[in-house]
């Protein structure tokens, strides 16, 4: 059992990426070579915020930048939904950590309009 299991989370795990890379390359048009992922964990003001891993891709063709991260979470009613963030790496974004940052920062100004 604990084989099956194994290789149906390997499964999952590509198909989740291969969405992942999908979707980084319809939002930034232009081609994503999947290099690795990155677990992240964000406290702010010793409480957790985040904690996930962050995928990493490699672009090609993007005039500005050399890679993306990307990761999902649920939303929607009830949580049936997924949602994917990408963030470019530009300055400031530099690593998976930062990219996450970022993105709950925007995610809070967001809200708060």
């Known amino acids: 059992m604990r084989d099956f299991v194994g290789s149906l989370v390997v499964a999952n795990k590509r198909n ?3 969405r992942l890379q999908s ?3 319809h939002l930034h048009k232009c ?3 999947y290099c690795a992922s990155v677990p992240v964990h964000e ?3 010793g409480q957790t915020v985040w904690e996930g891993e962050v995928e990493v891709f490699d672009l090609i063709g993007h005039p500005q930048a050399m890679r993306a991260y990307g990761w999902s979470h649920a939303d929607g009613k009830d ?3 997924e949602k994917f963030v ?3 790496e530009i300055p400031p974004i530099e690593s998976a950590q930062t990219a996450v ?7 809070i ?3 708060r309009k």
């Open 79 to 81: 949580d049936l939904d």
């Open 86 to 88: 990408t963030v470019l």
């Open 31 to 33: 081609g994503a070579i």
């Open 23 to 25: 979707t980084v390359e």
């Open 43 to 45: 406290v702010f003001r």
């Open 109 to 111: 100004q967001k809200r």
């Open 101 to 107: 940052k970022v993105a709950i920062a925007a995610d």
């Open 16 to 18: 989740y990426i291969a």
